[in-house]
């Protein structure tokens, strides 16, 4: 029996930055090597029984945003990204100092950086975990230099790779806003009265509001957490004002 003749699937617009270095920070770069896979693979893979090119695009585009919101990643394993990256290596001021200080006298930079403030490597890494990665570094909370590589990878990178797929990651997993079950509490009552005792009185129950021996209120994660929710909603929390 002969063989059914596959083709790759193939993105154009990362076919047209492979091998570009992208940079980052004064001295990094991220750099797009190979890839396996796009938007028309996760759908494949989540709709199997389908014969290729029985769907339209506006529903491959409804298909992947169903899967995204209802956290059906599986199919997003069926991507994988090969990438190039300079990175800085952790290291003491000391070393920035006296790399700083060969350059101002006169050593090439490629000699300069032989102390180990960057290194290179190459990464692979399926979509599904690259959207984790993704999710955690480009949150505004993290460290200023994994943000910027993050950035660089999504926006110049992913976003042209599989631009359904980073579409739905940036509306359902990015720019979206995930509630405890502490949290829809308190916004629930918050939406019922004006009382602030009530809600404080909950967030009480919670292990919230405990305080310290000079009568202030104890540093609270979970806490702090909701305040940077509602904040983000334009409201604020009762024990704030």
């Known amino acids: ?60 585009r409804n298909l992947i945003r169903y899967l995204m919101r209802h956290r059906h990643t599986t199919p997003l394993e069926m991507c994988e990204i090969k990438l190039h990256v300079r990175v800085p290596m952790d290291c003491q001021d000391l070393a920035r100092e006296v790399y700083d200080e060969r350059l101002e006298f006169g050593v090439a930079r490629e000699q300069a950086s032989a102390i180990g403030t960057y290194t290179e490597a190459y990464w692979k890494i399926d979509l599904h975990n690259l959207f984790h990665f993704l999710r955690l570094r480009m949150d505004s909370h993290a460290q200023a230099e994994i943000g910027a590589y993050a950035n660089v990878i999504g926006n110049e990178i992913v976003a042209k790779w599989v631009p359904f797929a980073w579409e739905a990651f940036e509306d359902y997993r990015l720019e979206a806003m995930h509630l405890t079950r502490m ?49 983000k909603l334009g409201l604020k929390a009762p024990w704030k004002e």
């Open 183 to 231: 949290e829809v509490c308190i916004f629930g009552v918050m939406n019922v009265t004006d009382n602030k005792n009530a809600v404080i009185g909950l967030a009480d129950s919670f292990g919230w509001m405990e305080k310290q021996e000079n009568g202030s209120i104890k540093v609270n994660r979970e806490r702090q957490e909701c305040e940077a929710k509602l904040n």
């Open 1 to 60: 029996m002969e063989a059914e003749k596959l083709e790759p699937v193939r993105v154009e617009e990362l076919d047209g930055i492979l091998g570009q270095k992208f940079p980052v920070l004064d001295d990094g770069f991220v750099r797009p090597v190979d890839y396996m896979g796009g938007d028309s693979s996760i759908v494949q893979a989540a709709r199997v029984s389908y014969g290729r090119g029985t769907k339209t695009i506006r529903d491959d």
